[in-house]
């Protein structure tokens, strides 16, 4: 069994400033003002999680475990511009239904969700981003 780092670097000076330890699923979503960071991640006993730590230290600062069945990945695909808002997409599975989840960023709350139709034949993974005002995710 393997188990995957995150380093955070201090591009400044080139000094490692934390290192995030655990099977981190895709690359970070830095939440605006750059003082925190989103990531999701695999648990060691298979609960799939989005987790906010703050920087530059890396501290954990809020955990939420993701719904959905294991053969889902997660994936960040926003922040809104106030910082509000995650937007993390759950999908990946040939044929299964895909779903968009707005998280508040605070609590890592679901606030809303989209879910899209599962196809057949498609594996499914949906991108986006929010308009630069937050409002809207297109």
């Known amino acids: 069994e393997h188990e995957a780092r995150l380093v955070i670097w201090d591009a400044t000076t080139g ?50 475990k993701l719904p959905g069945p294991i053969e889902f990945a997660a994936r960040l695909v926003g922040v809104s511009a106030d910082g509000k808002l995650l937007a993390v997409n759950l999908g990946g599975a040939k044929g299964k239904q ?6 508040d960023t605070k609590s890592l709350d679901e606030v809303a969700r989209w879910t899209g139709p599962a196809k057949p034949i498609y594996f499914g993974h949906t991108d986006g981003r929010f308009t630069p005002d937050g409002k809207r995710f297109v």
């Open 15 to 64: 000094d490692r400033a934390a290192v995030l330890e655990g099977n981190y699923g895709n690359l970070p979503m830095f939440l605006p003002g750059d003082k925190a960071v989103a990531l999701t991640r695999f648990d060691k006993e298979g609960d799939l999680t989005v987790r906010v730590h703050s920087l530059p230290e890396g501290k954990e600062v809020v955990s939420k």
């Open 98 to 103: 895909t779903a968009t989840l707005f998280l």
